[in-house]
């Protein structure tokens, strides 16, 4: 079910070897900040309730000031939990699948928007990853980054797993590639 | 001039109009370019129980108003000087 999704038109022979997402660190970023934006209107209105009293009987006993602050508090934390749900599916459909022939990246970059790359294991030149940072470092994750024979230059994934292994792993599907086909980079 | 509060019902309706297509088209993008397993059926449950949540809590809010009242802007404008 996964290949007939994520590879329409798969080659003869190819198998998916790994999917690769990126960490859950990076959404655990997202969580934070969106909780950080639900809950400082709670702070403000707690701390007026507190110190300007006067206000907040304006805010909230006056008919008009009343209703807007009521429509405008359902719409925002309405746009709050929506936009939080895009942004875990931002997350959740940026993909990398490698193949035994083919690497391909899908990234959803916001609504309507969404980039497919597709690269021969066989025009594959070098493969590096890199761990930059303290959290990076306890927790594993990093950078993959793929430079290839074409005008496209490189491919790079953040926020992945291991980056060290999958490095490895892809170097060892290039050479298999490379050794099957006699060193022929358009394979 | 006097303005009915409804009218500031049906711009917040329109307003959530609006955040729920964005919702739509995101669930739209999830079933076009995802693929269905546990996880992702969780969370759109999660999101939909979410939604009709904050939908109950703002009809509970905002059934008590009149909406057919109306208010006089330039006495609003001179209520909101402080001199």
């Not at chain 1, 009343?66 to 925002?76: A, D, P, T």
């Not at chain 1, 170097?171 to 394979?187: F, Y």
Request: avoid cysteine.
């Amino acid at each position: 079910m996964l290949m007939g999704k994520l590879l329409s038109s798969p080659l003869p022979g190819e198998q998916a070897i790994f999917v690769l997402r990126q960490h859950w660190y990076r959404f655990f970023k997202v969580v934070v900040r969106y909780f950080l934006v639900a809950v400082i209107p709670f702070a403000v209105l707690w701390l007026m309730g507190r110190y300007y009293p006067v206000l907040w009987d304006k805010l909230f006993n006056d008919g008009l000031l009343e209703i807007f602050v009521k429509l405008l508090g359902s719409l925002y934390y309405l746009g709050v939990w929506v936009f939080f749900w895009d942004a875990w599916v931002d997350h959740y459909l940026d993909v990398w699948v490698v193949t035994n022939l083919r690497i391909f990246t899908y990234e959803q970059r916001g609504l309507f928007n969404r980039e497919t790359s597709e690269l021969r294991l066989g025009r594959v030149q070098d493969v590096s990853a890199k761990i930059r940072g303290l959290a990076a470092t306890i927790l594993d994750y990093g950078t993959v980054i793929i430079q290839t024979a074409g005008a496209e230059g490189y491919f790079s994934f953040d926020y992945v797993s291991r980056p060290h292994q999958v490095a490895e792993k892809i170097m060892k599907l290039v050479d298999e590639v490379k050794r099957h086909d006699g060193g022929n980079v358009e394979a | 001039m006097l303005i009915p509060y409804f009218i500031f019902l049906a711009i917040y309706l329109i307003g959530v109009f609006i955040v729920l297509l964005f919702g739509l088209s995101s669930l739209w993008h999830l079933l076009r370019y995802g693929f269905l397993s546990l996880g992702t059926v969780v969370y759109t449950f999660i999101m939909i129980v979410g939604t009709v949540l904050i939908f109950f809590l703002s009809y509970q809010v905002l059934w008590p108003i009149d909406w057919w009242q109306s208010f006089d802007v330039l006495e609003f404008i001179i209520s909101l000087n402080p001199f």
